[in-house]
């Protein structure tokens, strides 16, 4: 075909994609007007109140779910299967021909293709047909798809069919948008052995395209080894190891939205739970699944997870850490146990001109048997009760000679005889009334930590000072992990259908104890980096993490390949990793773009300001990082330099320059980072190398490494890079 026939052909392809995306755009709008109407007058169909608060909820949750980004567009890709004509394509979208060559782009604009993604196997029903890829389903007045939703069966061939294994596609199309505009296309002819795989110019440019504020969803570039994760089984429970840039946050969230979309009454029943290390982290990731069109996910850092008190204290990194130790789970399941007592007397109990008595034999019998029942503390004390009643009323039944009603259960239950014994053999507890004991009482201690724990260890444990009650106590960050643990054992808390726990490899034995508990009857996605741990408790071993939250079957998948982190910031960042102490294999990166710059300097705020000044030249957002105590310092210099910044907490900020301590960039990532001396942010805390490591890890761009003070051992003798 001559050139300028080519010309003419692709640019009518690109006016009927064009007219698509309008079509598609119009049919979510009245899909979404639609919706209001019907909540606008949901509460005249209903038949009563309580139908009509659960019709306004369905409807509202609706309205919210088909919100419109016009800057965002609402399909990334198109499945052209064999057999696609012309004719058969319909909805004004051109089909394709032997003119539309692998590779070929047209560009009008900024290239960067927009994201979603999908699932099954193609061929067979699809033979001939033709459907367009995005972030939600769409479709015209009759019905008719528009736009599939990434997560639908047959989207999943847009992810998983190649040259190899095509899956009855023949032509896969990527699009390339700018502010929702749709600029460009790419054609991969896979029933021709044509496949771009990572050189696909449109895949490059979205994962690499500058960010700014919140994190976004990845459905357009999803990979299919990521792919596969996003789509594993409800029942499954999964640990991600991900190396940095390898997108495992992502894959967490996305697979979040795919299990809503293919479970979505059960987990709207059971509940979803992403749980992150700060409100930072979870405010950058706010507004990933909104995008979806998931609207009803809980997001809570495992603090608020278990903020039953209020935490008013602090106490050494000693005593926090001996109780985040998993010995004290069993420390305290002895401290319940020895609440309960022997039955010493038999019950007489007054009921008019009758009196019932129970012998001592079947109060023995009672508690034995619902202590071996191993019900929740709370639980097993309303079951004594429960059956002490049930033996006053065999005995009531047989002289009356029918059987007493409600009311006489609940006074039988309630009278004194009943509630002294009850308050002897299974005392009323709270998990606050239980660790203050605990914590406040040497002797109770020792009974209860006698084998676990040494008389050292308990010394660091017990209050000088005890508050003289629970409620005047001020509880630490870690005494709120021991009220929790108590709370499990007292009663049994509400779970969630699955839960996702980012930045996992720093939670304590203790904290991993409390999302189990939220867990116990549905599936859990575990991501993290041995690598990054920082804490004192920090993971070494993903088996134990697992074992600890009730999921030691779970499969752990390493995520190696880094697409966002360029090459030579990966590099620096793994000389870290044989002074870390943990077996991960190193990350690796498709990029070899971007920048890396390590230099001494004398002044470093001033060289921290000529830094920032020369990356807000470049596109995108601009992080400098520092340890915690220089924060405010960088701060006022910037500000003094008619440089306006934001803090990690204000992510919907419009400034592009975030100054954030080195405690609180995890998960987060920038364009461009500037890392102010390293040597301060690893003496900062105990395992300072570990944080460094999470540091040089958030650049996606250029990295610069600004110190005055020599690097530490590991990065020594590292010549700068400039731009690669």
């Not at 309205?63 to 198109?78: C, M, N, Q, S, Y």
């Not at 992403?274 to 609207?295: D, K, M, Q, T, W």
């Not at 009603?405 to 009323?428: I, S």
Request: glycine share 8%; aromatic share 4%.
């Amino acid at each position: 075909m001559p050139a300028l026939d080519l010309d003419t052909h692709l640019d009518t392809d690109l006016a009927a994609e064009r007219t698509h995306l309008a079509t598609s755009r119009a049919a979510l709008r009245r899909m979404r007007e639609r919706a209001e109407a019907l909540f606008a007058t949901g509460d005249q169909v209903a038949g009563d109140a309580y139908a009509a608060e659960t019709l306004g909820r369905t409807l509202s949750r609706r309205v919210a779910e088909l919100a419109d980004d016009p800057t965002t567009p609402l399909f990334f890709g198109r499945l052209d299967f064999a057999g696609t004509t012309d004719s058969e394509a319909g909805d004004g979208a051109s089909a394709p021909d032997t003119s539309t060559e692998l590779g070929t782009t047209i560009a009008t604009g900024t290239t960067g293709a927009d994201t979603t993604g999908g699932e099954a196997s193609g061929g067979g029903d699809h033979d001939g047909r033709r459907y367009h890829v995005g972030r939600r389903h769409v479709t015209d007045e009759l019905g008719e798809p528009l736009v599939l939703d990434w997560r639908a069966p047959v989207s999943r061939s847009f992810y998983r069919a190649s040259a190899r294994d095509p899956q009855g596609v023949a032509v896969r199309r990527r699009f390339g948008f700018s502010n929702g505009v749709l600029t460009s296309f790419e054609d991969e002819r896979l029933d021709r052995g044509e496949e771009l795989g990572t050189t696909s110019r449109i895949l490059t440019a979205e994962i690499e395209r500058p960010r700014v504020g919140p994190m976004r969803d990845i459905v357009a570039t999803i990979q299919p080894e990521q792919d596969e994760l996003v789509r594993a089984d409800l029942a499954d429970s999964i640990c991600v190891q991900g190396a940095p840039g390898t997108g495992k946050t992502a894959v967490g969230l996305h697979r979040a939205a795919y299990l809503l979309y293919l479970h979505r009454e059960r987990l709207r029943r059971a509940g979803v739970l992403i749980v992150g290390p700060n409100r930072a982290f979870l405010s950058y990731i706010a507004a990933v699944l909104p995008a979806l069109g998931e609207v009803e996910v809980e997001q809570a850092t495992v603090e608020e997870l278990i903020s039953r008190v209020p935490v008013r204290a602090v106490e050494p990194p000693a005593v926090a850490a001996l109780k985040h130790d998993v010995r004290m789970a069993s420390v305290l399941h002895r401290a319940v146990q020895a609440q309960i007592g022997t039955p010493t007397d038999s019950i007489t109990v007054s009921d008019g001109s009758f009196r019932w008595r129970i012998g001592l034999e079947p109060l023995h019998r009672i508690v034995e048997e619902t202590r071996r029942e191993g019900l929740p503390y709370g639980t097993g004390r309303e079951r004594v009760r429960a059956r002490v009643v049930s033996l006053l009323q065999r005995q009531a039944e047989a002289r009356r000679a029918e059987s007493p009603g409600d009311a006489w259960l609940r006074r039988m239950g309630r009278c004194r005889p009943v509630t002294d014994f009850l308050d002897a053999v299974w005392p009323a507890l709270t998990p606050e009334g239980l660790v203050h004991g605990l914590l406040a009482d040497p002797a109770r201690l020792t009974a209860a930590a006698e084998g676990l724990l040494s008389d050292t260890e308990q010394a660091l444990l017990t209050w000088t000072k005890p508050a003289r009650t629970a409620k005047a106590t001020r509880w630490t960050a870690a005494d709120a992990v021991l009220i929790d643990e108590a709370t499990g054992l007292l009663e049994r808390p509400s779970g969630f259908g699955h839960v996702v726990v980012d930045e996992a490899q720093d939670l304590s034995p203790m904290q991993c104890r409390a999302i189990a508990r939220r867990s116990e009857h549905g599936s859990v996605t575990l991501l993290g980096d041995l690598a990054q741990g920082t804490a004192p408790w920090a993971a070494t071993d993903w088996r134990e993490s697992l074992a600890h939250l009730g999921k030691p079957d779970a499969v752990v998948v390493p995520l190696t390949i880094g697409f966002r982190v360029p090459a030579a910031v990966v590099a620096f960042a793994n000389r870290l990793l044989p002074a870390l102490a943990v077996d991960v294999p190193p990350a690796e990166s498709l990029r070899h773009g971007g920048g890396l710059d390590v230099r001494a300097v004398t002044d470093l705020t001033a060289a921290t300001v000529a830094e920032v000044r020369a990356a807000l030249a470049h596109d995108g957002s601009v992080g400098v990082i520092a340890a915690d105590e220089a924060v405010d310092g960088l701060r006022a210099a910037l500000a003094a330099a008619g440089v306006p910044t934001a803090t990690a907490d204000d992510v919907a900020d419009a400034e592009r320059v975030t100054v954030v301590p080195a405690t609180l960039v995890k998960g987060l990532e920038y364009d461009h980072v500037v890392v102010v001396e390293p040597a301060a942010i690893v003496a900062a805390e105990a395992r300072g190398l570990h944080r460094l490591y999470v540091v040089l890890t958030r650049a996606v761009s250029r990295l610069a490494v600004l110190h005055h003070e020599p690097l530490p051992a590991p990065l020594l003798n590292w010549s700068a890079v400039g731009e690669g």
